[in-house]
């Protein structure tokens, strides 16, 4: 069975997180992308979500890894919702699997961006409430 591109390209920027390849995970956004840093904080833009992964990569001393343990695609026209199992780590940072929330969109030349980056998911309605 063939892969879903919107799979495919979360696969692309997986390994360009992991790589620190911070030009070519910029391809996968589009201009006006949201990326969820940590519940409660944000990154607008292909500029910020950039300064963001840089300032990741340090925070995982440069060993972040990251990669998908099931994932469901929900396609409607230009627009996908992905729900992903999502699991994280680095030296020092055991294994932490989130339930992820990805959105996508089609360009007019046909390739899938990604326009929200929600590696937490729903957690962050209730990391973000404080009562």
Same mark, same amino acid.
């Given at each position: 069975?063939?892969?879903?591109?919107?799979? %495919? *390209?979360? @696969?692309?920027?997986?390994?360009? =997180?992991?790589?620190?390849?911070?030009? #070519? /995970?910029?391809?996968?956004? !589009?201009?006006?992308?949201?990326?969820?840093?940590?519940?409660?904080?944000?990154?607008?833009?292909?500029?910020?979500?950039?300064?963001?992964?840089?300032?990741?990569?340090?925070?995982?001393?440069?060993? %972040? *890894?990251? @990669?998908?343990?099931?994932?469901? =695609?929900?396609?409607?026209?230009?627009? #996908? /919702?992905?729900?992903?199992? !999502?699991?994280?780590?680095?030296?020092?940072?055991?294994?932490?699997?989130?339930?992820?929330?990805?959105?996508?969109?089609?360009?007019?030349?046909g390739?899938?961006?990604?326009?929200?980056?929600?590696?937490?998911?729903? @957690?962050?309605?209730s990391?973000?409430?404080?009562f």
């Open positions: 069975m063939n892969q879903h591109p919107v799979q %495919l *390209q979360i @696969e692309r920027a997986d390994k360009a =997180i992991v790589a620190e390849d911070f030009d #070519a /995970l910029m391809d996968i956004y !589009t201009d006006d992308a949201v990326l969820v840093i940590e519940p409660g904080r944000n990154a607008v833009g292909k500029s910020e979500i950039r300064k963001a992964f840089e300032a990741i990569a340090v925070y995982f001393k440069n060993g %972040l *890894q990251v @990669e998908q343990n099931g994932m469901e =695609i929900l396609e409607s026209g230009d627009t #996908a /919702l992905v729900l992903a199992n !999502t699991v994280v780590s680095g030296p020092g940072f055991p294994a932490a699997e989130r339930k992820a929330t990805y959105v996508f969109n089609k360009s007019p030349s390739a899938w961006l990604c326009s929200i980056d929600n590696s937490y998911g729903h @957690e962050i309605i990391l973000h409430m404080r």
